[in-house]
């Protein structure tokens, strides 16, 4: 009979996660300086959204101006103690100077999802959206009214 050890997946740590988002980055083309952003500070808004001609936009609502990883990893600590899948995922970059990114975790894989190495996903797009940034709190809840009634009149027409 042939003994194969059994190998367990060997645990990512946020320095090993972060230097493979670095790594991405790098491959991308997307600055290697990153700003983290938690899920209250930003929209993604598809291109459908402004018409077939439109592009991607990324809404920030007052984004921070420096680099945040010890909430980041601390978030990430706590994720992967659970037994979490996490996603570090850049969503749009500043010309040369940084990438805006987020992390996000949950218990289960979303269905269908590839690509995942440890309990960790990295995520780089080929290309950025357009950023908008507001500081204005009117603005920032009239963009979310908008894109929940969009998403709001797409799902009826799919229903139909």
């Not at 700003?35 to 930003?42: E, G, I, S």
Request: aromatic share 8%; net charge positive.
């Amino acid at each position: 009979m042939n003994n194969v050890p059994h190998h367990a997946e060997t645990p990512v740590n946020f320095d090993h996660a972060l230097a493979s988002l670095q790594t991405c980055l790098s491959a991308s083309g997307w600055p290697g300086k990153i700003v983290w952003l938690n899920k209250t500070q930003f929209i993604k808004l598809p291109a459908a959204t402004i018409g077939s001609k439109g592009d991607e936009r990324l809404i920030l609502y007052r984004p921070p101006i420096a680099m945040q990883d010890g909430l980041v990893r601390s978030e990430f600590d706590h994720s992967r103690a659970k037994d979490w899948i996490v996603r570090l995922e850049a969503l749009g970059k500043l010309g040369d100077q940084l990438t805006y990114a987020c992390l996000n975790s949950s218990a289960e894989s979303e269905q269908g999802e590839m690509g995942i190495a440890n309990g960790v996903k990295v995520l780089v797009a080929a290309y950025s959206p357009k950023i908008i940034i507001t500081r204005s709190r009117l603005i920032w809840l009239a963009m979310r009214y908008y894109l929940r009634n969009w998403e709001e009149r797409r799902d009826r027409a799919f229903c139909r």
